[in-house]
């Protein structure tokens, strides 16, 4: 099973709102990654998770918060977002940090922000 | 500083081979990386070669990298219809291996 399985695959939400996009890899992988990708642009890395720890925030607004809650699942927590948030937001695995060239990334979360 | 460049379009016929061209600038890359983007959805990896290696084949897929200009082709050979996608060149660093640096994404269209 090479799959990392994302949660929901399209939201929308105010700016007021409170939301969470999951993410889940079963292949025993340890680093686990979010990116921020905005239309026709490549993706940026937001967030670096090792061995369960935060590792890397890439200087993100503090609205997005990250948790990883086992080895398996990573959340990204959505709180008072913007209008310019909206993008599609891709979750990676490795199976170690230093793995970057078999990152594995999932479909996506398709994410409007009204 | 981190920097990778790839044209934004290419067009190919139908069966003809199709070569997509990066640079980069930083000299201390590990790998470089191509990944192939459908739309809507997520990132597929490609192929991936080390820093040390001058080219890999992989099925249809042939990729060169040469150090002394930084760049990065990637050749797809026979294209078909189902390899219309935006292609992404990407890079990390000694530096950062955690970190993948993407350039900006090869639209590639095939014409019939």
């Known amino acids: 099973d090479t799959e990392v399985t994302q949660t929901p695959k399209h939201l929308v939400m105010g700016m007021t709102n409170k939301k969470s996009l999951k993410c889940e890899q079963h292949?025993?992988?340890?680093?686990m990654y979010w990116y921020k990708q905005k239309a026709k642009k490549p993706p940026e890395l937001m967030f670096v998770?090792?061995?369960?720890?935060?590792?890397i925030n890439e200087s993100v607004p503090s609205r997005f918060s990250p948790e990883c809650p086992n080895s398996s699942l990573l959340n990204l927590h959505l709180h008072a977002l913007q209008p310019e948030d909206s993008a599609l937001y891709l979750c990676?695995?490795?199976?170690?940090?230093?793995?970057?060239?078999?990152?594995?990334f999932g479909p996506g979360t398709r994410l409007t922000v009204t | 500083g981190e920097d990778v460049e790839q044209s934004l379009f290419l067009s190919v016929r139908e069966g003809d081979s199709s070569v997509i061209n990066c640079t980069y600038t930083?000299?201390?890359?590990?790998?470089l990386y191509w990944y192939k983007q459908e739309p809507g959805a997520g990132l597929q990896l490609l192929t991936y070669?080390?820093?040390?290696?001058d080219m890999k084949q992989d099925q249809r897929l042939t990729v060169l990298l040469n150090k002394k200009d930084k760049h990065l082709s990637l050749r797809i050979a026979d294209t078909q219809t189902g390899d219309s996608a935006i292609y992404f060149c990407?890079?990390?660093?000694?530096?950062?291996?955690?970190?993948?640096?993407f350039g900006s994404g090869t639209r590639l269209s095939i014409r019939p």
């Open positions: 990676a695995s490795s199976s170690r940090p230093d793995s970057s060239y078999e990152q594995y």
């Open positions: 292949m025993g992988h340890r680093a």
């Open positions: 998770y090792s061995y369960e720890k935060l590792s």
């Open positions: 930083d000299s201390s890359s590990t790998y």
């Open positions: 070669i080390f820093s040390n290696m």
């Open positions: 990407a890079e990390s660093l000694y530096s950062s291996a955690s970190k993948i640096i």
